[in-house]
């Protein structure tokens, strides 16, 4: 585990290993308690996971076949509809406690989304923007995909959950259910849009840039 330390007293963890989702909550569940701060950025085996908007509709495949394709399925208390985890995806994690830094779940969601924006593009050269009609962000390009799913959850002014960007994964795990109630076929990834050169180099870059410019933006 690669850890990065910042100002602010925000450690920042690059897990190298894949985590189970059930893992996770867990670990969330014990930072809210304690309320100890932190982000972490992690890639997850298969698995979907619906938010408490999901819709019976959007999941396209009954849990038997789920279980067959070693697919984990996991409800949780977030916002959004389902969503899909899958090797290769950039998961981050931001534990913040709102209330200590005197911050509004508002400024928190636009410093999150300013900094995923600047990270992605100082890193891969291009410029994702948000959908205000739908959470996540999307090319600029037509036609627009979504390279990055958001769920964020704040309970006790203290935030968990946070976001997946689309890295080497095939999206295969999408195709089973209707993405935050969109098409499978609206997502998009490092790999297809032609930026999945040197990955893992990649990967550190846009966490240590990410990371940075998130405490920056932070009270």
């Known amino acids: 585990?690669?850890?990065?330390?910042?100002?602010?007293?925000?450690?920042?963890?690059?897990?190298?290993?894949?985590v189970s989702y059930k893992r996770y909550v867990n670990f969330q569940e014990n930072s809210r308690k304690n309320r100890r701060e932190s982000m972490l950025f992690l890639e997850h085996s298969p698995c979907l996971t619906g938010g408490i908007g999901a819709k019976a509709e959007n999941l396209l495949v009954s849990p038997a076949i789920l279980t067959s394709l070693g697919v984990e399925l996991v409800t949780l208390q977030r916002g959004g509809d389902f969503t899909a985890h899958e090797p290769g995806q950039i998961v981050g994690y931001l534990h913040i406690d709102l209330k200590k830094r005197n911050l509004s779940l508002g400024d928190f969601l636009r410093a999150l989304n300013q900094s995923l924006v600047v990270s992605i593009q100082?890193?891969?050269?291009?410029?994702?923007?948000?959908?205000?009609?739908?959470?996540?962000?999307?090319?600029?390009?037509?036609?627009?995909?979504?390279?990055v799913s958001e769920g964020i959850y704040a309970k006790s002014?203290?935030?968990?959950?946070?976001?997946?960007?689309?890295?080497?994964?095939?999206?295969?795990?999408?195709?089973?259910?209707?993405?935050?109630?969109?098409?499978?076929?609206?997502?998009?990834?490092?790999?297809?849009?032609?930026?999945?050169?040197?990955?893992?180099?990649?990967?550190?870059?846009?966490?240590?840039?990410?990371?940075?410019?998130?405490?920056?933006?932070?009270?």
């Not at 890193?123 to 390279?147: C, D, I, M, Q, S």
């Open 1 to 18: 585990m690669t850890k990065f330390l910042h100002q602010k007293g925000l450690p920042s963890y690059l897990i190298p290993s894949i």
């Open 157 to 219: 002014y203290f935030t968990s959950f946070g976001f997946a960007l689309n890295g080497v994964n095939n999206l295969s795990t999408f195709s089973l259910i209707n993405p935050c109630g969109a098409r499978s076929e609206d997502m998009t990834s490092l790999l297809r849009l032609g930026k999945d050169m040197d990955f893992p180099k990649k990967r550190r870059e846009f966490v240590e840039i990410f990371t940075g410019t998130f405490i920056d933006l932070l009270p």
């Open 122 to 147: 100082k890193t891969w050269g291009f410029t994702v923007e948000e959908n205000p009609k739908a959470p996540g962000l999307y090319t600029v390009e037509e036609p627009k995909r979504k390279l």
